[in-house]
C-alpha cells in the first residue's frame, strides 16, 4: 500500500508540472486516502499489540 502511496504522489507531481491540475489535485486525495488508511491500521496493530502484551 506503501507503494500506491508514493506511485499517486509522483504521479500528482508529474500532473502538476504538466498542468494538469485536476490530475494533481485526485493523484494527491488518492494518496491522502491511502495515507490515512495506513495510518489507522498500524495504529491499530500497535493497540492490539500493547493489549496481548499488557
Do not use: S
Not at 494533481?24 to 493489549?51: D, E, H, N, R, S
Amino acid at each position: 500500500m506503501i507503494k500506491w502511496i508514493f506511485i499517486l504522489l509522483i504521479v500528482a507531481a508529474i500532473a502538476g508540472l504538466l498542468g494538469m491540475h485536476r490530475v494533481q489535485g485526485a493523484a494527491l486525495t488518492g494518496a491522502k486516502w491511502l495515507a490515512i488508511i495506513v495510518l489507522v491500521l498500524f495504529a491499530l496493530v500497535v493497540l492490539g499489540l500493547i493489549a496481548i502484551a499488557g
